[in-house]
């Protein structure tokens, strides 16, 4: 399986940023599709993600503000972020978990300042 991610950059507070992951390889759906973040010096932790069942997840810290989209056919998933904050400033990952192995896209960088 590869992920390909693209997106990120630079924002101010306040803004939006878009990033999109599209799958390829031995992978047939969305589920458990989706993206993670990692902060300097510390664990990569789940941002919004598609489950097993393919209902969407979101942190807390996310509710409202990123929106998870994705496409079964295209094997594509989307990240809209939204009233962006410093705080999210973080390298992002596309992650998908398939036959019990986790798959990961390159790092986009979003950084957050004004």
């Known amino acids: 399986v590869q992920l390909q991610a693209s997106g990120g950059g630079l924002v101010q507070p306040g803004g939006s940023l878009g990033l999109s992951c599209a799958a390829s390889?031995?992978?047939?759906?969305?589920?458990?599709m989706g993206w993670w973040r990692q902060y300097p010096g510390k664990q990569r932790e789940v941002v919004a993600s598609?489950?097993?069942?393919?209902?969407?997840f979101y942190r807390n810290s996310v509710k409202g503000r990123f929106t998870l989209s994705g496409d079964n056919v295209k094997l594509t998933v989307t990240l809209e972020m939204n009233n962006l904050e410093p705080k999210d400033t973080a390298v992002y990952y596309c992650?998908?978990?398939?036959?019990?192995?986790?798959?990961w896209g390159q790092g986009t960088l979003v950084t957050v300042s004004s």
């Open positions: 598609f489950t097993r069942d393919g209902s969407p």
């Open positions: 390889g031995n992978i047939f759906n969305i589920n458990n």
């Open positions: 992650n998908t978990y398939v036959n019990d192995v986790n798959y």
